[in-house]
């Protein structure tokens, strides 16, 4: 291990101390295996979605396993979070007679993205599952399949490719340019896209967190410590917005998981 990557690790490391800031960087994504199976190594992300989902589903159970009539706290709680999802993404995009039988899928995507998110404030764990790009990728691929399926289920093979391809004769002579772009545009860009859009943002908003917060902690030496106030200050402020922006994530990727399947349903033109 080289001695930039031994500072990255050193808790003792403060400024004046003639050691250099330990940045965080790549090296701050990647965790050890807590245990490995058959070849299969187990980490901390992946523990944090095991416990996410677990999670999720002992709250909809408490909240609706045993459903009254005149709803208690936890009932309410689920009632309105289900709903949110419901009226403010499904119905919008879909119209409620056609999207009823889409919001369980909807209402568990929200609702995992957002808890895999939020994990990054939570003390102890500290990371967001969503920034290590296999989890988008394979939330962004279930939406995916379910887009291309719904599409040719629609419209038949030819009718699917046409509306993939936003095919129209009456687009004339630059007919072939607009199937080439569209085709890329949907079967390629659009899942990537929808995938990097959540990690990037969960990767950009950790790193800054990490910055501040081993900022704090760096500059708590001599006079720097006054520059370690400041730093704190920023790392609360970062921590209330990165709670805007976890939601703000969960209800995007949600929203455009609703767009894709409304496309896919709409009649050719």
């Known amino acids: 291990m080289s001695s930039d990557q031994t500072l990255a690790f050193e808790t003792n490391c403060h400024i004046f101390d003639g050691c250099g800031f330990p940045a965080p960087g ?8 807590l245990f490995s199976v058959g070849g299969f190594d187990f980490n901390k992300p992946m523990l ?6 677990v999670v999720i589903v002992w709250f909809f159970w408490a909240a609706f396993g045993r459903a009254k ?29 056609e999207g009823e039988k889409y ?9 995992f993205v957002w808890i895999m998110n939020l994990w990054s404030i939570i003390p102890v764990a500290q990371f967001p599952v969503t920034s290590i790009i296999a989890f988008p990728a394979g939330l962004a691929a279930i939406v995916y399949v379910l887009w291309m399926y719904l599409t040719f289920k629609k419209h038949g093979f030819v009718g ?30 659009r899942p990537f896209t929808h995938a990097v859009r959540l990690f990037a943002n969960m990767f950009a908003g950790h790193l800054l967190l990490l910055m501040f917060t081993i900022g ?9 410590i006054v520059y370690a106030g400041a730093s704190f200050v920023m790392t609360i402020l ?17 929203l455009l998981a609703c767009n894709y399947v409304q496309g896919a349903l709409a009649e050719h033109h």
């Open 238 to 254: 970062l921590t209330a917005f990165e709670l805007f922006i976890q939601a703000v994530q969960a209800y995007v990727f949600v």
């Open 48 to 53: 944090l979605a095991l416990l996410g989902t």
């Open 69 to 97: 009539v005149v709803p208690g706290k936890l009932q309410m709680v689920g009632e309105a979070g289900y709903d949110f999802v419901r009226r403010g993404l499904v119905y919008e995009a879909l119209g409620k007679k």
């Open 160 to 189: 699917g490719w046409k509306n993939i391809t936003g095919y129209d004769k009456e687009l004339g002579a630059i007919l072939p340019m607009i199937v080439v772009i569209e085709f890329f545009s949907n079967v390629i860009i």
């Open 103 to 111: 919001v369980p899928l909807m209402v568990s995507l929200f609702f």
């Open 26 to 33: 790549l090296h701050s994504f990647k965790f050890e295996p």
């Open 216 to 224: 704090s902690w760096y500059l708590l030496n001599g006079i720097g």
